[in-house]
C-alpha cells in the first residue's frame, strides 16, 4: 500500500470519485489504479533523511512508467551525481558512477534501505498491487475525510497487518497512511501534505515517511517539478539509460 | 608337560606375575573401554549427521554437493519409491535448499529456506524430534513454517505470527510468499539458528518456480553401509545423465574428518600404551630369567637342549599373555557394558550443547561394542608378550652351564 | 655414607638397574611426548579460532562486539596503542575497521564483510593472510587490493587480478562505493569466512565508509593464549573510559565450551596412560628390590639395623627414580622437538575441519609445555618412592635368617 502511496505520489493521485459505497471502494481503487496504467511521468524532487547519526538532502531526477518501470538519477550533491536506480519488472539495479559500474540488486538485499532513505528496495519492486493484495473497508466518513482501513487478503505476501489510509476531502488526496504489525500496533506512518495543483492534477507536493520506533528519524520527499503523460515507453528503462 | 611347569613357574613369584597381569589386563581394559566409547560417540555423531544432513546415501546433480548453486534442481521421478524399495533402506527423504530473504514488519533477514516432507521427516530428524509436525507442518504446501530460535528473535517475530519470503526464482525474477510461525527449531549451531526456515517442499518449490523438484534425496539405512554395497544399488537405479550418489563421508567432509582426526589422535596414544606395557612385560620376563639362570644352567647340564628352554621361557610368556587376555577382555567388556549403559554425562561441564564436525555432539557419551576391535586387542596380548619373550628366551638359552651356576 | 652404599648397590647388578632404568625412561619419555601431542591438539582448537580471525583479546567500545554497529567506533589516535603494544603479554596488534555491504563483480553480487586492516600489523595478530590457496596476501602500500574467500571467490567468479565493486551506506548516510582488485583467495575451512569475508586496506576502508581515523577494534596476540583473561585484565587500566578489553573466552562461548569438553577427554587418556605407565615402572621397581630379599637379610645379619635397610632402599629407589627422571625428561623433550610443528601430516587423508566455531588443521604435534614435563615427572618419582617403600619395610621386619634362606 505504501508503493501505491509512493507511487500515487510520483505519478499522480486522481481526483477520486464520490464514493458509491463500501463495495465500491475496491472497483474505485482499481480504476484508480488502472488510472496509473499506461501513465508515465517525469518528475525532479528532493529528498531529506534524518538518521540517528546523519542528515542529508538529494536532489533527484525520476522517470516512470505504469507501475513496473522507474529510473531516479541523483543530480545533487555533487559527490552523489550520477547514481541511479533502475526497476524494470520486479528487479533492481544501481549505478555508480564513480567506478562507472552497474550492480544488480539480489533478493538478500531486498530489505536494504534505498539511497539511504526509509523507504527500501523492497518497496520500490512490490507495486502497486494494492487491489490484488488487500480488501477494503470504508471506516469512517467525516465532511473532511475518509479513512479506509486495507486489510491483507488471506494469501497475500505482505507484512503488514492493517493499512489505514486517510484521504482528505474535497480534494481526494491522500492525507496520512499509518502501518500497522499483525498485533495491529502502528509502525510507520506516511504523512502528505503541501496540496497544490500542478499540470492538471491536484496532488500533495510533500511526503514524510515516519518509522514510529524511531521517533527522531524521518525521510521527507518534495516535489520541485513534474510532467504527465510525457513521451516515453518501456526501451527508455534500459541499463544502458542507467548510465547516463 | 612344559605347559604345567611354565604355568608353575610363573606363580613361582606371584607377587610379580601379579603386578605384570595387572598392568597389561588394566590397560587392555581401558583400550578396549575407551575405544568403544569413541566408536560409540562417531557412530552417534554420524547418526545424528545423516538424519538431519545428507543421509548415508545422498542424491545431487552435478556438483550441487560442493557448489551448493540453487539452479541445480532434479525431477524426483521415481526414484524415491525404487529407492525406498531397497533392502536395508529405511526413510527416503526429499528437500529443496533455496537462498530467500525473509521480511516482518520490522526486520528483514537472509535465510536458507528449507523445504521438506514434514510427514517423512518427523520420524527421523533430529533438530524435529521434541516437535510434533502433524499439527505444525501438516502438508508439503501450506504456508506453515518452522523457524531457526536466533532468527524469530532477530525478526522479533512470535510464534503464529505472519511473515513474507522472497526469492528468485527459476526465471530470474523475485517472487514472495506469505508464510505464518508456527514453530520454532533449536540446534545450538548458531548458523542453523539465525537462518533456518522449514516448509513444506511443495511450498518452496513453487516459491523457487521450479515445482515438483528437488535439490537434493537423502536415503538412510538402518545400518550404515560399510561395503559400498547398498551404494551401488542406488546407483544402479539413477538414470544416465546428472544425478549422482554419494556416500555420506563425500557428502559431508567436515564430519568424516573429525571423526578421523580425532581417531588418528587415539590409534597414536594407544600406541604409545601398548610400547608402556610392553617394556614392562620384556623386563617382567627378562628378570625372570635372569633370576633363574643357575637353574637354566643345571638344566642344561642335565642335558635338556637350548630348545627347551626357549620353549619354556615363551611358554610361560604365553600363558601370561593368555591369562591377561582372559582377564582384561572380561573388565573391558564389563567397562563397556557399563559405558554403553549408563555413559559417562558431560552436561556438569558444558551448559551448552557444542558443534563438532557440523554436528552437534550429545553430552552424554556412550559407548558401542565394537567386538572385531576388542578381539584384535586381546589377542595382542599374547602376541606381545610371545614377542617379548624373545630375547629373555635367548638369554635362557645361550647360557654356558658354569657360569650360570656359579652366578649368584 | 648410606647414600654412597646406596649408589654402590645400583650398579652392583648393573643389567638389573640398566633394565629397570630403561623401562622408566622409556615410558616416561612417551608419556612426555603423548601429553605433549594433546597440547599440540589444545593449541591447534585454539588457534583456529582465535589465530585465524578474531586474536586473543579484542579491544572496542561499549557493545560493539554484540551489536557490530557501524558508528560505535573509536578514534585510533586516541588509543593508547602504543603502550599497550609495549606492554608484556602482548605479541601483535591490529587496528580494524568493520564493514558490511554488498561486492559485485560482472551480474553477480553477493553481501559480504568487509574487514580493513593494516598487513603487517594484521599478519602479528592473525593467519587468514597466510592461508591462501591462490594469489598474495595484501602488501602494506595497497591501497585498493582485497583478499577474500575461496567460496565467495567462486560464487563471484573472479581470480586473482579481477575487479570488484563495493556498495554500501557509508557513516554519513551517502552512499559508499569503490573499487577493489582482487590479489588473493584464502581457505580456511569456515563457511562464515569463505563465503562472505573479504580482507582489505584499513585506509581504504575508512575513506569508503566516511569513518576517517576511526576503527571499530583492535585485535591483540598475546604469549599464552590460555591466560588471555589475565592478560585482560592486566591491560584494562591503560584503557580510556568506555573502551573495554575481552579474550576470547568471552567473545567465543562455544570455543571455551570445546576446550572444557576437549580437557575431560584429555584427562581420561592420561589417567590411562599414567596409569599404564605407574604399574609398568611399579612392576619393575618392585620386583628388583623383591629379588634382593636375600641380600637384604644377610645385611641385617652382619648387623646392619631395619631402619638403615629400609633407609638404603628408599635412597636406592630415588637414586633411580632420579636418574631415569632426567634421562626420561631428556628423551621426552627429544621426542617432542621431533615431532613438533608440523609432526604427523595427516592432510592427505584430512581436510581441515570445522569445530565450535573454528577450523582444525590435519595433523599430529607436540607442543611442550612444563605441565607436561613437570606432571608425568612428579608422577614417576612418586611411583618410584612407593615401589620402593613396601619391599623396603617389608625386608627391614625381615628375620635375618628366614630371609637368607629366601630365594
Known amino acids: 500500500m505504501r508503493h501505491s502511496a509512493i507511487f500515487s505520489f510520483l505519478l499522480v493521485l486522481l481526483l477520486l470519485p464520490t464514493w458509491a459505497t463500501a463495495a465500491d471502494l475496491r472497483g474505485l481503487i482499481r480504476k484508480v489504479e488502472q488510472q496509473y496504467m499506461g501513465l508515465s511521468s517525469k518528475a525532479v524532487m528532493t529528498m531529506s533523511v534524518r538518521a540517528e547519526h546523519w542528515e542529508r538532502s538529494l536532489t533527484m531526477e525520476s522517470w516512470s512508467l505504469g507501475r513496473d518501470h522507474f529510473l531516479v538519477r541523483i543530480l545533487a550533491p555533487a559527490k552523489e551525481a550520477g547514481v541511479a536506480t ?12 564513480k567506478v562507472d559500474r552497474v550492480i544488480k540488486v539480489p533478493p538478500s538485499m531486498m530489505g536494504g534501505a534505498w539511497m539511504g532513505s526509509h523507504i527500501t528496495n523492497d518497496d520500490l519492486v512490490k507495486a502497486n498491487h494494492i487491489d490484488e493484495d488487500y480488501t477494503f473497508e470504508l471506516i469512517e466518513e467525516a465532511p473532511d475525510l475518509y479513512r ?19 484521504i482528505v476531502r474535497p480534494q481526494e488526496v491522500p492525507g496520512r497512511v499509518t502501518y500497522f504489525d499483525e498485533k495491529m500496533a502502528p509502525v510507520r506512518e506516511i504523512v502528505f501534505d503541501e496540496v497544490t495543483r500542478i499540470d492538471g492534477r491536484t496532488l500533495p507536493l510533500r511526503m514524510t515517511v515516519q518509522p514510529l520506533d524511531k521517533p527522531g528519524e524521518k525521510t521527507i520527499i518534495h516535489y520541485d517539478s513534474i510532467d504527465f503523460d510525457i513521451n516515453i515507453n518501456t526501451a527508455f528503462f534500459s541499463l544502458r539509460n542507467l548510465k547516463s | 608337560m612344559t605347559l604345567s611347569l611354565a604355568w608353575r613357574n610363573l606363580w613361582r613369584n606371584r607377587r610379580r606375575t601379579l ?56 525431477a524426483p521421478g521415481q526414484l524415491p519409491g525404487q529407492i525406498a524399495a531397497l533392502p536395508g533402506v529405511t526413510n527416503v527423504l526429499q528437500r529443496l535448499y533455496l537462498p530467500a530473504l525473509a521480511q516482518s514488519s520490522r526486520e528483514s533477514r537472509g535465510i536458507l529456506l528449507t523445504g521438506i516432507d514434514p510427514a517423512a521427516e518427523a520420524m527421523v530428524n533430529p533438530l524435529l524430534a521434541k516437535l510434533d509436525l502433524s499439527t505444525l507442518l501438516p502438508t508439503t504446501d501450506g504456508r506453515d513454517a518452522l523457524m531457526g530460535s536466533r532468527l524469530l528473535r532477530e525478526l522479533k517475530l512470535e510464534i503464529g505470527q505472519k511473515f513474507v519470503v522472497t526469492a528468485q526464482g527459476a526465471d530470474g525474477e523475485l517472487a514472495s510468499e506469505l508464510l505464518f510461525v508456527r514453530g520454532t527449531v533449536h540446534s545450538g549451531i548458531r548458523s542453523v539458528d539465525n537462518s533456518l526456515v522449514m516448509v513444506g517442499r511443495q511450498r518452496a518449490a513453487l516459491l523457487a518456480g521450479r515445482p515438483e523438484t528437488v535439490h537434493e534425496i537423502a536415503v538412510l539405512l538402518s545400518a550404515p553401509d560399510d561395503s559400498g554395497d547398498q551404494l551401488q544399488r542406488v546407483r544402479a537405479l539413477l538414470p544416465a545423465g546428472e544425478i549422482q550418489a554419494l556416500p555420506w563421508d563425500t557428502a559431508m567432509p567436515n564430519l568424516a574428518n573429525a571423526i578421523k582426526l580425532d581417531y588418528a589422535s587415539q590409534k597414536f596414544i594407544f600406541l604409545v600404551i601398548v610400547i608402556i606395557v610392553s617394556i614392562g612385560v620384556i623386563n617382567t620376563l627378562l628378570m625372570a630369567v635372569m633370576e633363574r639362570l643357575p637353574e637354566f644352567g643345571l638344566l642344561l647340564a642335565l642335558g635338556a637342549s637350548p630348545w627347551r628352554l626357549r620353549a619354556m621361557v615363551l611358554c610361560e610368556a604365553l600363558l601370561l599373555g593368555l591369562v591377561a587376555m582372559f582377564i582384561g577382555s572380561l573388565l573391558g567388556s564389563l567397562l563397556t557394558w557399563y559405558l554403553a549403559a549408563i555413559g559417562i554425562d558431560l552436561r556438569r561441564f558444558l551448559p551448552e550443547s557444542i558443534e563438532f564436525g557440523g554436528v552437534i555432539f550429545d553430552p552424554v557419551l556412550r559407548a558401542t561394542w565394537d567386538v572385531r576391535y576388542m578381539l584384535q586387542m586381546a589377542a595382542l596380548m599374547p602376541l606381545l608378550a610371545g614377542l617379548a619373550s624373545f630375547y629373555p628366551a635367548n638369554r635362557a638359552a645361550r647360557v654356558a652351564p658354569a657360569v650360570a651356576m656359579r652366578n649368584n | 655414607m648410606l647414600l654412597s652404599l646406596a649408589f654402590r648397590n645400583l650398579w652392583r647388578n648393573g643389567r638389573r638397574t640398566l633394565l629397570t632404568l630403561s623401562a622408566m625412561v622409556v615410558s616416561l619419555a612417551l608419556l612426555i611426548l603423548a601429553l605433549s601431542i594433546f597440547s599440540g591438539m589444545l593449541r591447534d582448537i585454539l588457534a583456529s579460532a582465535t589465530e585465524q580471525y578474531h586474536g586473543h583479546l579484542v579491544i572496542s567500545r561499549d557493545d560493539y562486539q554484540e551489536t557490530h554497529d557501524l558508528y560505535t567506533t573509536m578514534t585510533e589516535a586516541h588509543l593508547p596503542l602504543a603502550k599497550i603494544a609495549a606492554s608484556n603479554p602482548v605479541q ?57 574467500g575461496a567460496s565467495l571467490a567462486r560464487r563471484l567468479g573472479v581470480k586473482p587480478g579481477d575487479e570488484l565493486v563495493f556498495v554500501t551506506q557509508a557513516a554519513d548516510g551517502s552512499i559508499g562505493n569503490d573499487l577493489l582488485t582482487v590479489r588473493g583467495i584464502f581457505k580456511t575451512g569456515d563457511s562464515g569466512h569463505d563465503n562472505g569475508l573479504l580482507l582489505v586496506p584499513l585506509g581504504w576502508l575508512q575513506q569508503t565508509l566516511a569513518l576517517p581515523g576511526q576503527v571499530h577494534e583492535v585485535a591483540l596476540a598475546i604469549t599464552d593464549p590460555m591466560t588471555a583473561s589475565a592478560s585482560a585484565n592486566q591491560l584494562r587500566p591503560l584503557l580510556p573510559d568506555g573502551i573495554h578489553i575481552v579474550d576470547w573466552g568471552t567473545l567465543l562461548p562455544e570455543m571455551r565450551e570445546a576446550i572444557a569438553s576437549f580437557d575431560v577427554s584429555r584427562l581420561i587418556f592420561s589417567v590411562i596412560l599414567y596409569f599404564a605407565t605407574g604399574l609398568g615402572v611399579l612392576n619393575t621397581l618392585f620386583m628388583s628390590v623383591m629379588e634382593r630379599t636375600r641380600e637384604f637379610g644377610i645385611l641385617m645379619a652382619i648387623g646392619m639395623r631395619p631402619r638403615s635397610i629400609r633407609l638404603l632402599v628408599l635412597l636406592e629407589s630415588a637414586l633411580l627414580g632420579l636418574l631415569g627422571a632426567s634421562l ?21 587423508w584430512i581436510t581441515p575441519i570445522s569445530y565450535a566455531g573454528g577450523t582444525l588443521p590435519p595433523r599430529l604435534r607436540a607442543v611442550l609445555e612444563l605441565r607436561n614435563l613437570l606432571d608425568p615427572t612428579l608422577m614417576l618419582l612418586f611411583t618410584t618412592l612407593l615401589a620402593g617403600f613396601f619391599p623396603a619395610r617389608r625386608a627391614a621386619r625381615l628375620q635375618p635368617v628366614a630371609a637368607i634362606r629366601m630365594d
Open chain 1, 86 to 97: 533502475l526497476k524494470a519488472e520486479r528487479n533492481v539495479w544501481n549505478y555508480l558512477p
Open chain 1, 148 to 166: 479506509i482501513a486495507c486489510l491483507p487478503k488471506p494469501e497475500a505476501a505482505v507484512v503488514w497487518g492493517k493499512v489505514v489510509y486517510e
Open chain 2, 19 to 74: 603386578i605384570t597381569l595387572t598392568a597389561m589386563s588394566f590397560s587392555l581394559m581401558l583400550v578396549q573401554g575407551f575405544h568403544n566409547l569413541s566408536y560409540g560417540v562417531y557412530a552417534q555423531m554420524i547418526d545424528s549427521g545423516v538424519r538431519a544432513g545428507s543421509g548415508h546415501i545422498a542424491l545431487y546433480r552435478g556438483d550441487y554437493a560442493t557448489s551448493r548453486d540453487d539452479r541445480l534442481t532434479f
Open chain 3, 92 to 148: 601483535g596488534l591490529s587496528p580494524r575497521l568493520r564493514g558490511y555491504g554488498l561486492v559485485s563483480h560482472a551480474d553477480s553480487s553477493y553481501p559480504a564483510e568487509l574487514l580493513g586492516i593494516r598487513p603487517d600489523a594484521e599478519s602479528g595478530v592473525t593467519s587468514l593472510q597466510r592461508q591462501l590457496i591462490a594469489g598474495t596476501a595484501l602488501a602494506a602500500d595497497d591501497d585498493h587490493g582485497a583478499v577474500l
Open chain 3, 328 to 348: 626420561g625428561v631428556m628423551g621426552g623433550i627429544a621426542l617432542c622437538a621431533v615431532m613438533s610443528d608440523t609432526g604427523i601430516d595427516l592432510s592427505a
